[in-house]
């Protein structure tokens, strides 16, 4: 006995990652199988299989009674054309759903069974339901460290792994990652052509912004292309040492962007998650050296020093257990780094630093000089300690300039000229004083309402910094839109609280606040 | 500055308790505030407020570009006609996710917090994810049993709450409940006439299936009307003692509903959220003293005699504080109680118990005395012990009968007869033995494949019980169904293992394990 065939009608509905199968009402299969909406269902088409969860229909327009319609990830999934035949039957749960539910009970994990979870998971056999099950099973206080280890080997083989070495030519692969929330904090693209130019290899594959007013592929997109397809990524760094590309066109660690499709919304980012997602991407991007960078500060994602050295010795146990090199510094979240935040802007910040204009962003300068350093210190020939000195010589000569133009060139320049949004309004200090508080998450709002990373040339530039002065209605930031509307969303989020908060300024702790030790 | 506004329309798909939003990529609104995929959003329209997950939709025949699509869900909760115009813009957090973020981290949450929790819940301002994790943070290991009493409260106030001694006369309310699990556990339809001929108020209000062949209201409607308006149902009640209708239409714990929708895909129960789905449903229910049924077997919900007493003391923590009487009662739950599984099937048991005719199912017949008796002992002027007897004398005497036909008539007897559906096969048994091991979820199983509840003359139909002999190709069970594709689906999981375990029978523990104690 066969269950009956239905043609496959693609259903034009973005469901973020969670394959959808949609079922009429009316539909022979619904009745006879007895189907709920939210059923897990197996379909079968072509020597294909996919599973998704069912939702019901009651209009034709979307699906007919003898139609079988797949969302937009089931049907790019499944990757069979619309009118074939397709078999639909109810799915017996994934394999580690047992495992999933020894987790939810309190118990520990062992490596087959997180191997067993993140397999399904990147096989798209889990829904949105059960993934937000393991994020929250998993969360802080649920997965000790060899958990975390486990997690993390589970997700690199989830996906692809390119190895730099055998592709390009032996020697250390050096890459750093800075765990996020500081908006402005664009040191990739500094520290990138200064240890390439060291001739150290250095390819970075980043993200694009997920919940950020900019990441450093959008970044990196103001000036050249980034969505590179792999033999052309494998050429430029052969070429240049170096590269700055999106990292999405590689399947690199899938199951991390599939549960950061859940922790996002959840606002979920525990140590544990953390770790694995950071260290699976970087791993199977092939590095083998990597400075991590841990902000620290009161609007920053890690609060406290303590909480700091926590997440570093969890980084540390799990990278020395992937072979990978690891330096965790821990620096300055005080406030954004630079000037600008926004794709344009920060791009913008970025090239006066390497043209060593004197107006650059110091702050900016010094941190990605001792990121720099302590990355050309992986390379066994230079001594400990002179990093910093290496990376600042290599700056001030123009060779990290001459190395970006290259990487540029390389990657495919952009034709159009930077450009900040053709609207603005400053916001200003209402009363004379000193800059003693500046809120990251405020900021990367207001920048996300003015448009960014969408609109590249949205976003907020600063103009005063922590232990700076001002007179009352002295501009303290501008915010750059193209739009109406985003300028006014943006204005009504910074009415609500411009995220400075002014007091008396101690002068002589001025040049401690804004400077950072290198 | 304003919002532009986009017209409502309706979108027919059933997203089951989650309000959707569709909104075509192109839409200026999407782009202007840079919603996401998978984003809260807030519709305002006519006075009405909605929170929504947004769905972002290629096809103009979903949702055009200057269209706000909504799902059947969020149609039917923003009550505002198609065409109308609506706003959206970013929703805030409800207001209770920073509890949950609490919950989540392993923190005891406080009345207030579960109150604010349960609130947002009932008013549909969580998503599924949301709604996952609070049920994965709430799982047994994580509710204390002071935080299951203030979850039950704030789900009781969530919703409507039904005084019948108001309604109807003093009095205790009487109910019963069972925790479910046990195919063809069909007491309520017996215990009710028999406590309401006593003249004890018993206004049983059901649920329909959820994951079972048949619920309560599934198996009267076979007889009579279980939709009934809340006014009927009370002048029901002050005819006849009682009633056994579907609970749906009135608005008890709404919040229960809602969670119950992620519990089920996630085969998550755990005894806080049972305590606090059944206490605050029978509370809202109108009901003053309550016997439970907790059944205990290898293939029930409750598997051990120490969980049931764990989970007795639960119940009986909650309910004291709760005003409610709670008599538990744990039973023998390795087996289907009766012999039909499945709306006609179950109706036709009760019935011949009803009528007391010889061959009527024995066990079911004494679990219902048993459970009605302890329910008559409620009755301040019955005599610790004689519940049983008292409850005997009704049913034997045909005074039972008489009520349920008065409850019957009264709801609205259904015109046509009884009858099963018209296909089915036997299941026989492979070889002599006797029979030692039914399993409870297995034969579920193939009743709802073979089309129960929704097809009412679907289901099982068990010929022998454990302890019975058996020789080889002896009919173990028969299937019953109205279509062949059901049909063949349930033969499937039949042959695939019937559910039955044969062996060497002794024929003395016969008695024991067949009879039930009362």
């Given at each position: 006995m066969t269950t009956p065939t239905l043609p496959i009608r693609r259903v034009?509905?973005?469901?973020?990652?969670e394959s959808v199968v949609f079922l009429h009402r009316e539909c022979p299969v619904v009745r006879a199988a007895g189907f709920q909406a939210l059923a897990k269902v197996k379909v079968q088409a072509n020597g294909q299989t996919l599973i998704a969860v069912l939702n019901v229909v009651d209009d034709e327009a979307i699906c007919a009674p003898r139609e079988l319609g797949l969302s937009e990830e089931a049907f790019r999934r499944l990757g069979v054309a619309p009118g074939h035949p397709a078999r639909i039957e109810q799915a017996e749960p994934p394999p580690s759903i047992a495992a999933l539910h020894r987790k939810i009970a309190g118990e520990r994990l062992e490596r087959d069974d997180l191997r067993a979870i993140v397999q399904d998971i990147a096989a798209g056999r889990y829904s949105k339901i059960e993934l937000a099950a393991f994020v929250v099973a998993t969360n802080q206080f649920e997965l000790d460290r060899d958990e975390v280890l486990h997690l993390t080997e589970a997700m690199i083989v989830s996906g692809q792994r390119i190895d730099w070495q055998r592709e390009v030519g032996a020697g250390p692969v050096v890459d750093k990652h800075c765990i996020g929330g500081i908006p402005g904090n664009r040191t990739s693209m500094l520290v990138v052509p200064i240890v390439a130019a060291h001739g150290m290899l250095c390819p970075k594959t980043s993200s694009r912004a997920i919940t950020s007013p900019a990441g450093t592929a959008d970044t990196m997109e103001v000036l050249a292309e980034v969505e590179l397809p792999m033999e052309r990524l494998k050429e430029i760094v052969r070429a240049t040492h170096g590269c700055l590309a999106w990292g999405g066109t590689a399947d690199l660690s899938p199951a991390d962007d599939i549960l950061i499709s859940v922790e996002r919304p959840l606002a979920i980012d525990s140590p544990g998650q953390m770790v694995a997602s950071i260290l699976s991407k970087k791993v199977a991007a092939g590095a083998t050296h990597l400075v991590l960078d841990i902000p620290v500060g009161p609007t920053a994602k890690v609060r406290s020093m303590a909480s700091a050295q926590r997440l570093k010795r969890l980084f540390e146990y799990v990278a020395t257990r992937l072979g990978l090199e690891l330096d965790a510094v821990i620096t300055d979240g005080r406030q954004p780094i630079g000037r600008g935040i926004g794709p344009v802007l920060e791009a913008r910040d970025v090239m006066q630093v390497l043209a060593n204009e004197p107006g650059a962003p110091q702050d900016l300068r010094q941190k990605a000089l001792r990121l720099a350093g302590r990355m050309i210190e992986f390379d066994p020939d230079v001594r400990g300690g002179d990093g910093y000195r290496i990376a600042r010589d290599i700056l001030e000569s123009g060779r990290a300039l001459a190395q970006m133009n290259a990487i540029i060139d390389a990657q495919g320049r952009r034709a159009e000229p930077l450009a900040v949004g053709r609207l603005h309004f400053d916001v200003t200090a209402p009363a004379d004083g000193g800059v003693v508080g500046v809120d990251n998450l405020r900021l990367a709002r207001i920048a996300r309402l003015s448009g960014a990373p969408q609109v590249r040339g949205a976003g907020v530039d600063l103009f005063v910094k922590l232990g700076d002065t001002v007179r009352a209605g002295q501009p303290l930031y501008r915010v750059h839109a193209q739009f109406e509307a985003d300028l006014e969303f943006s204005r009504r989020m910074a009415l609500d609280g411009s995220g400075y908060t002014l007091g008396r300024v101690d002068t002589a702790a001025h040049e401690n606040t804004t400077g950072e030790a290198s």
């Open positions: 034009g509905i973005d469901t973020w990652r």
